[in-house]
């Protein structure tokens, strides 16, 4: 992830608000913006960050379209 990705995410919410909101340590958190989101936590660190932050921008290495992992949008 990259540095202007981190401050992004951590402009919507910080570290220990999404460990509180995932299960999990700020400690784990911090390892997932310093050497990448585990795939299987992508889409609920998305959905958490209400969207504002693609699957896409956290991991284009299995997300590689813009669009790959966002929910539908109703017509």
Do not use: F
Not at 22 to 37: A, K, P
Not at 45 to 62: A, G, N
């Amino acid at each position: 992830m990259t540095k202007s990705i981190k401050q992004r995410v951590c402009a919507v919410m910080t570290q220990t608000e999404i460990a509180k909101n995932l299960g999990t340590s700020s400690q784990v958190v911090s390892l997932w913006l310093n050497h990448g989101v585990p795939p299987h936590r992508v889409l609920p660190v998305c959905k958490l960050l209400e969207w504002k932050i693609t699957p896409h921008e956290i991991r284009s290495d299995i997300y590689p379209n813009p669009t790959d992992g966002l929910p539908q949008q109703e017509p």
